[in-house]
C-alpha cells in the first residue's frame, strides 16, 4: 500500500470539507463553521498501536496496562493534554478455534467495560475513534491518515559493555550485511493488523530498534511531532501515530501501585459477568455473598482484603493446545493433572471441580472419567444465540470469572492465562495461598512454580504519584 501523501490528502479534504472551511480541517477550526464538539478536541494526539499477530489475548491484555498507565501519565504533559490510546480491533487470534463464528475485528467493548477502563485512562474504541476523527470533517474514506507509523523491534545485541540501556534508533530495513530484516517489512501484518484497517493511511513508516519501557515512547513521538511541525502555526494540531509490536515495550515498574490501578480498571464487558454469575450460581451454587468477595460497582471503591472464601468447588486451570508439545516438560498429562486435582479436592474437603481448559472435547470427556467418584464441571456456551455472543474470546473469559470464585485454584506453569485468574483473586481479595498454585509435571513431583506478584494498593488520591 503506497503511502500517501500529506499534502495531498490536506488538500482533498480543504476541498471537501463541509465542516471546516477556515482552514486545515485539524487545526483548531474557527468557531462559526465549525461544530462545538470538536473544539474541546484542539491539539488531540491519537495513540494507535497493535500487537504481534502471534500473541495470545492474555499478553495483550498485559500490553493494554503498559499503554494505559503511559498514556494516563502522558496526559499531564502540556502537548499531550488531550492525548487517547486508540484500542487495537482484536484480529483473529491463532487459539480462536471455533467456525462460524465473527471473529476478526472485534471491538474491546466485546469484552471489557469501556467506562471502567476509561476513568483510569483516555481510551477509544477503534470505531469510536473513526467517528470521533471524522468530525474534524473528513467527508469520504480514508477517514483516518496516520502521519508515523512505527514498527518496533528488539537490538540484536541487548547489553552494551553488560549494562542494559534504555534507546531507540530509526533502522533501515536492511542490516549490514544487506540482508532484509523481516520485521521491517512494511506489507507484513508481523507487528499487528493495524494498518490494513480499510479507513486509514499512513504517510511515514519507520522501522525502530527499541529497547525500554513505555517512557521512552514519549521521547519518540515528541521527535516525531516535532518532525510534523513546522511553527507556531501548526504547533496545536491534531496528531496521530501509530505503534506496532508495541508489546517490545516494557512496563515503566511492572507490578507496582500504578499497574494494578489499571488491571483493576480492566473489569470485563457486564454481559459476560452476568453469564458468568447466572453459572456459579446454577451449576455451582455459589453468589457473591456466599463467595465473600468484594466486588462494588466501581473498581475505585475496592480496598484491600484477604478474607474472600470462595464457593464451595476447586478451579483447574488445565493448559493444553501448543503447551502439550511445546512445553512439554512442564505440562501435566490429563491423568496426572487429574491425579493432583483429586488430592486437592480431598485436602480441601472439596467435591466438585471446575475446569477451564482449552483441551478438546475429545481429552475433556477423558479427562471426565478420571473423576468418577467427584463432580467434575465445565463450561460451555447454552445455546448457539450464546455462542455467537460470547465468542471464543468471551468463553474463555467465562472460564476466568468462575475460576476467579473458586475456594482454591491451580494453573498451568508459565500461562499467563493462568496469570490473569491470579490477578483477579487478588483483586478479589482471596488468600495468596488459596491462590498461587501451579500445576507439576507429575504427582508429588519437585517442580516450578509459576511467581508470586501480589497485589500493591494505594488507596489515597492516586494524583499524588505523578
Ligand atoms: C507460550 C505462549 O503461551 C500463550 O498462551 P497463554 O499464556 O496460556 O495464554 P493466552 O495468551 O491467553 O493464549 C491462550 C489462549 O488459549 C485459549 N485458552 C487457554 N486456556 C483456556 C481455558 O481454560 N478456557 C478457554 N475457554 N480458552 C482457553 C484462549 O483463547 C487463550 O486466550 C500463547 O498465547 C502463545 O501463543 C504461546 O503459546
Same mark, same amino acid.
Request: glycine share 6%.
Given at each position: 500500500?503506497?503511502?500517501?501523501?500529506?499534502?495531498?490528502?490536506?488538500?482533498?479534504?480543504?476541498?471537501?470539507?463541509?465542516?471546516?472551511?477556515?482552514?486545515?480541517?485539524?487545526?483548531?477550526?474557527?468557531?462559526?463553521?465549525?461544530?462545538?464538539?470538536?473544539?474541546?478536541?484542539?491539539?488531540?494526539?491519537?495513540?494507535?498501536?497493535?500487537?504481534?499477530?502471534?500473541?495470545?489475548?492474555?499478553?495483550?491484555?498485559?500490553?493494554? &496496562?503498559?499503554?494505559?498507565?503511559?498514556?494516563?501519565?502522558?496526559?499531564?504533559?502540556?502537548?499531550?493534554?488531550?492525548?487517547?490510546?486508540?484500542?487495537?480491533?482484536?484480529?483473529?487470534?491463532?487459539?480462536?478455534?471455533?467456525?462460524?463464528?465473527?471473529?476478526?475485528?472485534?471491538?474491546?467493548?466485546?469484552?471489557?467495560?469501556? *467506562?471502567?477502563?476509561?476513568?483510569?485512562?483516555?481510551?477509544? !474504541?477503534? *470505531?469510536?475513534?473513526?467517528?470521533?476523527?471524522?468530525?474534524?470533517?473528513?467527508?469520504?474514506?480514508? /477517514?483516518?491518515?496516520?502521519?508515523?507509523?512505527?514498527?518496533?523491534?528488539?537490538?540484536?545485541?541487548?547489553?552494551?559493555?553488560?549494562?542494559?540501556?534504555?534507546?531507540?534508533?530509526? &533502522?533501515?530495513?536492511?542490516?549490514?550485511?544487506?540482508?532484509?530484516?523481516?520485521?521491517?517489512?512494511?506489507?507484513?501484518?508481523?507487528?499487528?493488523?493495524?494498518?490494513?484497517?480499510?479507513?486509514?493511511?499512513?504517510?511515514?513508516?519507520?522501522?525502530?530498534?527499541?529497547?525500554?519501557?513505555?517512557?521512552?515512547?514519549?521521547?519518540?513521538?515528541?521527535?516525531?511531532?516535532?518532525?510534523?511541525?513546522?511553527?507556531?502555526? !501548526?504547533? *496545536?494540531?491534531?496528531?496521530?501515530?501509530?505503534?506496532?509490536?508495541?508489546?517490545?515495550?516494557?512496563?515503566?515498574?511492572?507490578?507496582?501501585?500504578?499497574?494494578?490501578?489499571?488491571?483493576?480498571?480492566?473489569?470485563?464487558?457486564?454481559?459476560?459477568?452476568?453469564?458468568?454469575?447466572?453459572?456459579?450460581?446454577?451449576?455451582?451454587?455459589?453468589?457473591?455473598?456466599? @463467595?465473600?468477595?468484594?466486588?462494588?460497582?466501581?473498581?475505585?471503591?475496592?480496598?484491600?482484603?484477604?478474607?474472600?472464601?470462595?464457593? !464451595?468447588?476447586?478451579?483447574?486451570?488445565?493448559?493444553?493446545?501448543?503447551?502439550?508439545?511445546?512445553?512439554?516438560?512442564?505440562?501435566?498429562?490429563?491423568?496426572?493433572?487429574?491425579?493432583?486435582?483429586?488430592?486437592?479436592?480431598?485436602?480441601?474437603?472439596?467435591?466438585?471441580?471446575?475446569?477451564?481448559?482449552?483441551?478438546?472435547?475429545?481429552?475433556?470427556?477423558?479427562?471426565?472419567?478420571?473423576?468418577?467418584?467427584?463432580?467434575?464441571?465445565?463450561?460451555?456456551?447454552?445455546?448457539?444465540?450464546?455462542?455467537?455472543?460470547?465468542? !471464543?474470546?468471551?468463553?474463555?473469559?467465562?472460564?476466568?470469572?468462575?475460576? @476467579?470464585?473458586?475456594?482454591?485454584?491451580?494453573?498451568? /506453569?508459565?500461562?499467563?492465562?493462568?496469570?490473569? &485468574?491470579?490477578?483477579?483473586?487478588?483483586?478479589?481479595?482471596?488468600?495468596?495461598?488459596?491462590?498461587?498454585?501451579?500445576?507439576?509435571? @507429575?504427582?508429588?513431583?519437585?517442580?516450578?512454580?509459576?511467581?508470586?506478584?501480589? &497485589?500493591?494498593?494505594?488507596?489515597?488520591?492516586?494524583?499524588?504519584?505523578?
Amino acid at each position: 500500500r503506497p503511502p500517501h501523501n500529506t499534502t495531498t490528502a490536506k488538500l482533498s479534504l480543504l476541498r471537501n470539507n463541509s465542516f471546516c472551511q477556515s482552514g486545515l480541517f485539524w487545526r483548531l477550526p474557527a468557531k462559526d463553521t465549525c461544530p462545538g464538539s470538536i473544539l474541546p478536541l484542539r491539539g488531540t494526539v491519537y495513540i494507535l498501536y497493535d500487537v504481534n499477530i502471534s500473541e495470545g489475548f492474555n499478553l495483550r491484555r498485559d500490553v493494554y &496496562i503498559r499503554m494505559a498507565v503511559f498514556v494516563r501519565r502522558l496526559r499531564r504533559r502540556k502537548r499531550f493534554r488531550n492525548v487517547r490510546l486508540v484500542l487495537p480491533p482484536w484480529p483473529r487470534l491463532y487459539h480462536w478455534h471455533s467456525h462460524g463464528l465473527n471473529q476478526s475485528d472485534l471491538m474491546w467493548r466485546n469484552f471489557f467495560d469501556l *467506562d471502567s477502563l476509561r476513568r483510569y485512562a483516555p481510551v477509544l !474504541d477503534y *470505531d469510536e475513534f473513526v467517528a470521533e476523527y471524522r468530525q474534524f470533517g473528513m467527508p469520504a474514506p480514508p /477517514y483516518v491518515h496516520v502521519s508515523q507509523a512505527f514498527r518496533l523491534t528488539h537490538y540484536e545485541i541487548m547489553k552494551e559493555q553488560g549494562i542494559f540501556r534504555d534507546k531507540y534508533e530509526r &533502522i533501515t530495513p536492511e542490516d549490514s550485511n544487506g540482508r532484509r530484516i523481516e520485521a521491517c517489512n512494511e506489507n507484513s501484518v508481523s507487528g499487528g493488523p493495524l494498518l490494513q484497517q480499510r479507513l486509514l493511511r499512513y504517510d511515514r513508516y519507520h522501522c525502530v530498534r527499541f529497547q525500554g519501557s513505555a517512557g521512552l515512547l514519549e521521547r519518540m513521538l515528541r521527535e516525531a511531532i516535532d518532525e510534523d511541525t513546522s511553527g507556531i502555526e !501548526d504547533v *496545536d494540531d491534531m496528531r496521530v501515530y501509530a505503534v506496532l509490536s508495541a508489546e517490545t515495550v516494557l512496563h515503566d515498574n511492572w507490578g507496582d501501585e500504578h499497574f494494578w490501578m489499571a488491571r483493576r480498571s480492566m473489569r470485563f464487558a457486564k454481559f459476560l459477568n452476568q453469564v458468568a454469575a447466572d453459572f456459579r450460581l446454577m451449576a455451582l451454587s455459589t453468589t457473591d455473598t456466599t @463467595a465473600g468477595v468484594q466486588r462494588p460497582a466501581m473498581w475505585e471503591l475496592e480496598r484491600p482484603k484477604r478474607d474472600a472464601r470462595g464457593g !464451595d468447588y476447586l478451579c483447574a486451570h488445565l493448559r493444553r493446545g501448543d503447551f502439550v508439545r511445546s512445553r512439554e516438560s512442564t505440562t501435566p498429562t490429563l491423568k496426572a493433572a487429574a491425579q493432583q486435582i483429586k488430592q486437592l479436592l480431598r485436602a480441601f474437603n472439596l467435591t466438585t471441580v471446575f475446569v477451564a481448559s482449552d483441551a478438546t472435547p475429545y481429552e475433556l470427556l477423558e479427562l471426565k472419567e478420571l473423576f468418577y467418584r467427584f463432580r467434575f464441571v465445565h463450561f460451555t456456551p447454552e445455546s448457539n444465540v450464546q455462542r455467537q455472543q460470547l465468542k !471464543d474470546g468471551g468463553v474463555a473469559i467465562v472460564d476466568q470469572l468462575i475460576c @476467579a470464585y473458586a475456594r482454591h485454584f491451580v494453573g498451568t /506453569y508459565e500461562s499467563t492465562f493462568t496469570y490473569r &485468574i491470579y490477578e483477579e483473586r487478588e483483586i478479589l481479595g482471596f488468600s495468596k495461598s488459596s491462590t498461587f498454585n501451579t500445576f507439576c509435571k @507429575a504427582l508429588g513431583g519437585n517442580c516450578a512454580r509459576n511467581a508470586v506478584w501480589p &497485589i500493591v494498593w494505594n488507596d489515597e488520591d492516586d494524583e499524588r504519584f505523578y
